[in-house]
């Protein structure tokens, strides 16, 4: 839903990004990377919120599943933030502990993003490295598929499959991850027209090394660069789009539950005096976003050194 | 140029015909169907249904009635879930809905958008600069179906300036909050792209050559920068159409407009095969033509690009 | 212009003389009640979806009737407590067999172009909703009034023609029965019932209930039509009773998010609408001519699945029941929903008419008593801590079923230490899983077609289409026989009722109320009537 065109645009066209990769290279993109505020800013907020989603349910005094019965119902008066109560977040409408389903639906959307990323990055690397490896018909072919897949109103598509085939977080992965791929398979193959020429592939077709093989060993790592600068950028998008899933309520199962779900009740509930069932999930929504954005631009920027 | 476009035209009907199919396999597949409820109907009124939207009939011959429908006629079939309604006059009446509030939303995002993404890097590293930045990330964050609720609050019930819904003809009234809440985002996203991109125009040699000739600047933005600065936008909106249209499901559900995107969730759900089919096809078609029309404006302001 | 305009600056105190002198000139008053009308009298109203139809013959959900009654009148109407009033037919006499029902039709009842309404209107729309050429999702109803041949018309076997309803004259009309129904003349008050225009059907085919071509005969006429937007209907001239409507123009608008149709009402765009889970308490405090909750027909339970093959557990009896007694209605009704329903531990509506609340042991126990026996009853079923019980909760997607199945689950993890795996299924879905005998514990709801304990209780027989749980008890089911017949039926309710608080092939859990936002100046809402069926036309606005 929110392909961010111009990056792909500057990821295929980024063709120095994927040279042989090399000691002082990956040595390089560090120390830039490191002095970039806003990425190394945006890093330690991941990391900070990644410790809270493991390890914040040990300060939490509830379970994320326990109901409250005497809040329910009294939670405008009774379910408000509070140290004293334990419930630092407040409570949700059915007087379940706030903190804790934050810190398990942090969880669950990190997670949801992150597997999402891996797939849509695993299969478009691998489409993208053999259509550009074999080249010729097998290529034309493939990049076809791929623009025919493009075509098609992917969103549409998975609220059908979500829809038709019942909710689960592996069809949520599953199509978030397929809808995604496209983009990297496009930008993999543009990489693997590059490194297909260089000497160490020339020698290892020369040797008589098995296509796959090669694919495997020599071209993929040297996508690697690109590939985590895409997964990054992804992994936010990933995110937000699970958040609509939810929305529609074709999310994951209660009792667990996503900052999406979480969300989209407490907008449906901000009217009604317990606004803080809004902000603490969209807080660390919004954080988890801000956080992934400049980490991502940080890491292209790094591996990709333009003068800017 | 000419056979470029025959060429995408030649792609487009494999793959309409792929989704055509794709949707009725999964529609195939789906529990449920069109006339189910809490109390199961009587078989022999089913039976009668059933005859009358041809579902007794085997898998193959639907499809192949559809698609000849579709192909020969333009029809779309009768809604399932509309007795008295076909696909193609729920279109006719919703599809303008959506398309109105589309269009304007697609003209906010990229006016305000490109204006904040220009000014950002012609004030870079000011405030004006920080400001666009901040609420760029901020709008591009907020989801729709947040910010949604939001307005309706403050503009419906607080100030109580605007109609909470509703769509009256498409009075600029009923347009306002649909349109905020459907562009935000994407005003957004096309702000930090073109401030990106303009950054990096301003710093090739053929501006600071133009700068070193004593240009005035405003010559230089307009003349010289703005083209190239607008590639990674241009390419960006295909996708921007897609989601606005996507995102019109959740304008539905909010504003009450009316549009495509809430009868097809609510087709999705009551299993109203033809009315699903008819709008996938529909927004594949757009999404198609959206994106030829992006390449053929891309090959336009970049000359170094024949098709 | 100029001079008024200087005069009523002036003077202060003419202006509002002045204002209200024109106001009373204007607008009528009541002329039962006396109180002043307001001068708009429009009455707007909040739904949640699209209906699937408006033509009498196919109209199916609640919200499609809802407008079908108001532009279309049936030979009956229900006033505001339910009971049945003059329509199109001023009365009607039955045969001594109690097969024969000739109605007696009024000869000043026209359609909205003019045409007079005859018993032919009658005849024609009762034969088309038959018809299987048609295929009305609602041609069952017709069958439900036991009409002579309707099985073989709806099936196919035999012409609509043959269908047991005859026109004798233009105000005279003959229906035959297949067998005595002591409430049939309670069912012509339904849409599927009403008339509609051969001439205008035959014109325009599936387009004719758009507003450019419909003719109806009911107090209303429908002018605007915007699909998953708006329906607007106003005053019909045609309309025999016109002097008597007050109400000039209705708005039915659709508002997917009940929460923003609160908002909307809330700014003044409504004059009616559902109040969101959980939300009555402070509504009503805060808006107590506002907020109203009445009883609704229908119950709401969890079923298990007693099919063959099903998991083990559940079908021990006494697993059921402690699971059932784990439930803390009040906690339901009080907490979680807190909108005037009711706890059940009945399966029939407790303001059923005719129904008296059998004595059923559960009701009168304490919640305390109720977990200490559901905690023996598990342990001698041998599950406990040791062996910890788990179960599979499904329901359909939606904030309140969720909200109900979130607390009942954990109170039987905290009282019984029994796990459940929730699932929500998006209603396709469930209707599918749920006829197949997919799942083990189940939400349903039930509401009732008619106002009598029956329409409850056959749920429970063993044959009925609708007993998901599959439920089969031969006394049960002989018991339901003989309620048919019986002159005082109670006892029969109150031994199935009993067999199902033993049983437990379903959950009791609360009575429905329907909760609702009238604006303060909307009067005669029938609140006494148990099915809600309302009619614009005897509404009014006071003025403010």
Redesign the interface.
Known sequence: ??????T???LQNASHMAEVRGRSLWADARARFFRNKAAVGGFVLLMMIAAFALFGGLLSEWEP???D?SL???N?SEGVPSFETGHYFGTD????DLYARVVQGTGISLMVGVVGAVVAVIVGTLYGAIAGYFGGRVDGTMM?AV??L????F???L???L??F??SIFMLFLGIGLISWLDMARIARGQTLTIKNKEFVEVAVATGVHPLRIILRHIVPNLLGIVIVYATLLV?NMI?FE??IS????GV???NTSL?AL??EG??????GVLWQ?FFP?LF??FT??AF?FVGDGLRDALDP??? | MLSFIARRLTVAIPTLLILVVLSFVLMYTAPGGPFNSERPLPPEVLANIEAKYGLDQPFWKRIAVYIHGVIFNFDFGPSFQFKNRSVNDIIAQGFPITLTYGFWSFVVAVTVGVSLGIAAALRQNTWLDYLAVGISIGAQVLPNFVMAPILLLVFTLWLGWLPGGGWAGGQWQYLVMPVIALSTSYMASIARITRSSMLEVLNTNFIRTAKAKGLPTRRIIWRHAMKPAMLPVLSYLGPAFVGMITGSVIIDIFFSTGGIGQFFVNSAFNRDYSVIMGITILVGALTILFNLIVDLLYAWIDPKIRY | MKITQKFLATTAIGLLAMSSVVYADSHATHPETGEALASDQTFTYRVGDESPSYDPGVVEDTYGAEVVRDLFEGLYNQDAAGNLEAGVALSHNVSDDNLVYTFDLRDDAKWSNGDPVTAGDFEYAWKRAASPELASPYAWYIELMSLENAAEVIAGDMDPSELGVTAIDDTTLEVRLSQPLPYFAQMVTHGTTFPVHQATVEEHGSDWTLPENIVSNGAYVMTEFVPQERIVRKRNEMYWDNDNTIIETVVKLVIPDENVALTRYLAGELDRTDIPAGQFPRLSEQYPDQAMSVPEACSYYYMFNMREGAPEEIQDPNVRKALSLAVDRDVIVNNVLAAGQKPAYTFTHWATAGFEMPDVPMASMEQAERNEMAVELLEEAGYGSDNPLTVNLVYNTDEGHKAVAIAISQMWKQTLGVETNLSNQEWQTFLEARSNGDFEVARGGWCADYNEASTFLDLMQSGSGYNDSKYNNPEVDALLANAKTADNPQADYDKVEEFIAQDTPIIPIYHYAADYMYSANLEGWPFENFEQNWYSRELYKIAE
């Open positions: 839903m929110l392909r961010d065109d111009a792909v645009e500057a599943d326990f109901v019965f329910m119902g009294a405008a409408s059915s007087g379940r076809r623009d025919i493009m075509s098609i109103p969103m549409f598509v609220i059908l499959m829809v038709i019942g909710r936010p937000i958040s609509f929305f529609l309520g074709l199962q209660e009792p999406g969300i989209s907008a449906s509930q901000m009217q009604y809004l969209l929504f919004v976003i801000f954005f333009k003068d800017r």
